[in-house]
């Protein structure tokens, strides 16, 4: 491990930073290996750098810590542009967007490569506790994907839990949409409402960058996370 990557860690990306021990070891690992075995590509003439590289490998190693870098398998690129970037129409696929619109943070394709802006991976990773984070949201994406259909149900233990997720989230759904409706607010923010797919990655971003707030807001949502991101029993 370069000395200038764990630099970039203490400065950059204080989830990381602040882990201890034999998890910390992982991350590190799972860190590296992204760094060296992920094709990184800048987009729009943005130069990618070994910090750019550290600081979006360590988020994604701190999230899929528990579960293994096989379920990013299908995400062979990770495309960095500096800002919030414009599609260029030839790359909108008829079934490989995730997102729409002129203009984005970040997506997500079937098996093809993740579009990030750098501006906001870097802030969000600076600034844990808000519940926003352009890559958490984007690999919930990938990890979702990882069964063959994009619909907000990532791969589950067993049936049991299946159905436990089925009906705790259409019910979580359905009250998120009750209190932003009515002024109420919620720590998920309306976007996730978009669709199952995006509630998923929405909620994900809270799950990861600001936990106790989707635990106390949303306790039986927090413990389904807990199984489906490998948490449970660490
Ligand atoms: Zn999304």
Redesign the pocket.
């Known amino acids: 491990m370069p000395p200038a990557w764990l630099d970039v860690l203490a400065a950059d990306v204080p989830l990381v930073e602040q882990l201890k021990g034999q998890i910390r070891g992982t991350v590190l690992d799972a860190m590296r290996i992204l760094v060296d075995e992920k094709f990184w590509e800048g987009g729009g003439g943005f130069e990618v750098t070994d910090r750019v590289r550290v600081v979006i490998a360590a988020q994604l190693a701190f999230q899929t810590r528990f579960i293994g870098l096989d379920r990013l398998a299908a995400a062979r690129s990770i495309i960095v542009y500096q800002g919030a970037y414009t599609q260029s129409q030839e790359r909108i696929g008829k079934d490989g967007v995730?997102?729409s619109g002129t203009s984005n943070l970040?997506?997500?394709w079937f098996n093809g490569p993740v579009v990030l802006s750098w501006d906001h991976a870097l802030r969000e990773a600076r600034r844990p506790g808000t519940g926003v984070n352009v890559v958490f949201?984007?690999f919930?994406?990938v990890v979702d994907a990882t069964d063959g259909v994009l619909d907000g149900t990532p791969p589950l233990p067993d049936a049991t839990t299946r159905g436990q997720w089925n009906e705790v989230m259409t019910a979580a759904f359905n009250q998120v949409q009750q209190r932003h409706a009515s002024g109420r607010g919620d720590v998920i923010r309306p976007?996730g409402l978009?669709n199952p797919?995006?509630f998923f990655?929405?909620t994900t971003e809270v799950f990861f960058d600001a936990p106790h707030a989707l635990r106390s807001a949303h306790r039986d949502v927090f413990d389904l996370f807990e199984i489906a991101w490998g948490v449970a029993g660490q």
């Open positions: 995730v997102h970040g997506e997500a949201h984007e919930a994406h976007y978009t797919a995006e990655a929405v």
